[in-house]
């Protein structure tokens, strides 16, 4: 009988991405109703940015704007940069996927930190880079030795801030990356609407430079995947030549424009996060746990064995990390609702307290 043919060399040495298991698997296997499993492992706000029912009747059978006008128009609003400078795609992961097709073949040097997001692997290789982890220092990103594999890397990957540590670069070393860097730099600003900070300043200076975001955070539209780049002309045009037509729906495009037309809300949403995580980490410390200071919607701290079992027998859903990682004993929570995130704090303090 014929086999199949085999996948490119570096499609089998890659390691694909790590899904995490659905809240219905999770009650099963708790033993918990599906209604009493809340994620603290995926950094989501506890609301949506947008209704459904705030949407007009929408054209359903016909393909919709291929240039997503509505939502790019709203971006150059919020962003300050003109549509030239905008890629719009299905999530943030397209847009990482979309930069490695265009900038990383077979063999070329990638930069990374470790521990950060995995994705940033996982586009590299798959494209058929070699990625050069820069193990961080006390889960801090070491930054000499970080400027010295960006000098001579084809593409640098960066986190501000950082998933999972939480640490935030001052924009000062942002820039001596961007004007040291051989290759493109990619900054992901996925918690952007947290911590405040932004690179896009240095876009006009630093035309190797892209900045990378998501309104799956701040905007609360996990579900819809909406995703953008900024950045010069030259990458953005180079991003529009291999970016996928309507891979956004129009009912998503439709859902973030509204959720764009009332930034205020959203601001205010992340305020509360804001709160909320220095109430937890006050909390947090207060039981005695080592905990890291953060600038997205979520923290992490030092935590043996047993607690996340534990947590999880209990339906509260906490990221964990492989014995290889470097923040391995430790656990990464979401800061969530009042509530929620007080039935964590209670768990943790009959188990740690």
Known sequence: MRSAPTPRDAILRMQPYAWE???????RDAGVPEDQVVR??????????VRLDSLPPLVLNEYSDSTYSALVAQLNEYTGLPATRITV??????????????????????VQSI???????????IAGGLVADVPSQDLALDREAFLRQAQSARFTW?????????????LDFIED?????????????????????TAVPL????????????????????????GYALAGDEVT????????????SVVAEALAVKALEDREAMRDRARQIVRARETMRSALTELGCEVRDSAGNFLLLRAAPHVAPALLRRGLVVRTFPPSSLAHDYIRVTVRAPAENARLLSALTELIG
């Open 21 to 27: 298991p659905p809240s219905a698997s999770i009650a």
């Open 89 to 110: 795609g299905a999530g943030a992961d397209e847009i990482l996927d979309l930069l490695a097709k265009v900038y990383i073949g077979p063999g070329d040097h990638v």
């Open 177 to 197: 990356l961007a004007a040291r860097a051989a290759g493109v730099l990619a900054v992901d600003e996925a918690y952007f609407e947290l911590s405040g900070l």
């Open 115 to 125: 521990p950060t997001y995995p994705m940033f692997r996982i586009v590299s290789e």
């Open 237 to 248: 045009r180079a991003l529009w030549r291999v970016r996928p037509p309507l891979s956004v």
């Open 203 to 226: 876009i006009d200076r630093h035309p190797n430079l892209v900045v990378v975001r998501t309104m799956s955070k701040g905007f609360g539209l996990a579900a819809l995947r909406i």
């Open 40 to 49: 603290f492992d995926t950094n989501t706000f506890p609301w949506p940015g």
């Open 158 to 170: 960066i986190a501000n801030p950082n998933n999972p540590t939480g640490e935030l670069l001052p």
